[in-house]
């Protein structure tokens, strides 16, 4: 039955019936992916220069920050700090991994510590009723490996953490209310159970200069994304347009994954650079925690969509060796009853270079 407890170890066997009909779905798309990164290695440009920066990224995603109807729901806010290292920091035996993973390239290692808070619909019910989404915060710490070239980045990530009340969603959140003078939620009591929680993601961008507009620069950002772990098990294909001045300074603007994300990474070629952007994706989706509920033990849940399309624009600006990027995102919903129609949330990130 959909929104009700699920009886013990199912949600394992979902899982993994899951996975196998996702891998179905997308081993057209993986191949694909497989074939064009062998291609982007053989015709490989110079190695790019050392960059002796470091950088730090602070992001923040919320739902109130739309023109929808239905605010403060869902995904409600996804709060990250990110570290990234400069290029000569990386320890010889992560850059012989890297090498096994992608080649020559440009390297650096990252992490990042991310809170990500989900809520029903009906926030003034003690219970949610079957078919809203649960209550639930998601607290992770992430290590990534980074390698660039001219012309692509790719990323490799492991995140650990933990799902339910030791995320601290609620304090977070009714905290906040305390500050601007808003209720509380009431239903955090019903929020899914402690958990650890281990992600795996892999993704690849390829940077495509289309020309001159005016004589502005474009290009186009093709991505592919794959995940798995109990968090989330999902592939993601889909592109960034681009128009401004100094796109080869990075890769498009950061998001908290799931979705485009270009990463924090970026090396000033101008005095001044900007874009605005925009883009889209879509996902197949065969795990998702916050959707499908605990995985060791009883709880809510609620039957999720297999594919989620995104899509998102902005606009991001670098100056004195910061980078600051606006990205509104309208997404279509996860689950079978969900309210609202699309789901939109903005996503606001500043990344300095020290």
């Not at 990110?82 to 890297?98: E, F, K, R």
């Not at 402690?194 to 993601?201: C, K, L, M, R, S």
């Amino acid at each position: 039955m959909k929104g009700v407890p699920r009886a013990p170890g199912s949600g394992y066997s979902c899982v993994m019936a899951g996975v196998e009909i996702a891998m179905r779905r997308v081993s057209r798309i993986g191949l694909a992916a497989l074939a064009v990164s062998a291609a982007s290695i053989s015709v490989m440009a110079a190695p790019l220069p050392p960059d002796p920066a470091a950088i730090w990224t602070l992001q923040d995603e919320n739902s109130t920050i739309s023109s929808a109807k239905v605010t403060d729901r869902y995904y409600t806010n996804g709060l990250r700090l990110g570290y990234t290292s400069p290029t000569d920091a990386m320890p010889d035996a992560l850059n012989g991994v890297a090498d096994k993973l992608w080649g020559p390239g440009q390297r650096r290692w990252s992490f990042n510590l991310s809170q990500q808070i989900y809520t029903p619909f009906n926030t003034a019910a003690q219970i949610p009723p079957a078919g809203d989404m649960p209550y639930s915060g998601l607290l992770m710490g992430s290590f990534g490996l980074n390698s660039d070239t001219e012309t692509s980045r790719s990323h490799f990530g492991l995140g650990l953490g933990v799902i339910g009340p030791a995320a601290m969603g609620e304090q977070v959140q009714n905290g906040f209310h305390d500050l601007i003078g808003q209720g509380h939620n009431n239903g955090w009591g019903s929020q899914l159970k402690n958990e650890p929680v281990i992600q795996f993601t892999s993704s690849r961008i390829w940077r495509l200069p289309i020309g001159t507009l005016g004589g502005l620069e474009t290009d186009v950002l093709p991505e592919l994304t794959a995940g798995a772990g109990s968090v989330r098990i999902y592939a993601l294909t889909g592109l960034t347009l681009r128009l401004g001045q100094g796109l080869t300074a990075d890769f498009g603007p950061a998001r908290v994954r799931p979705g485009l994300s270009g990463g924090d990474a970026f090396v000033p070629t101008h005095d001044f650079g900007w874009y605005v952007f925009v883009g889209a994706d879509g996902q197949a989706v065969a795990h998702d925690i916050t959707l499908d509920g605990d995985v060791f033990s009883k709880g809510p849940s609620v039957r999720k969509q297999p594919f989620v399309g995104e899509g998102q624009g902005g606009l991001a600006v670098m100056l004195y060796g910061a980078r600051l990027a606006y990205t509104h995102v309208v997404q279509s919903t996860e689950f079978k009853q969900q309210k609202g129609g699309f789901h939109q949330f903005g996503s606001l990130s500043l990344s300095l270079r020290f």
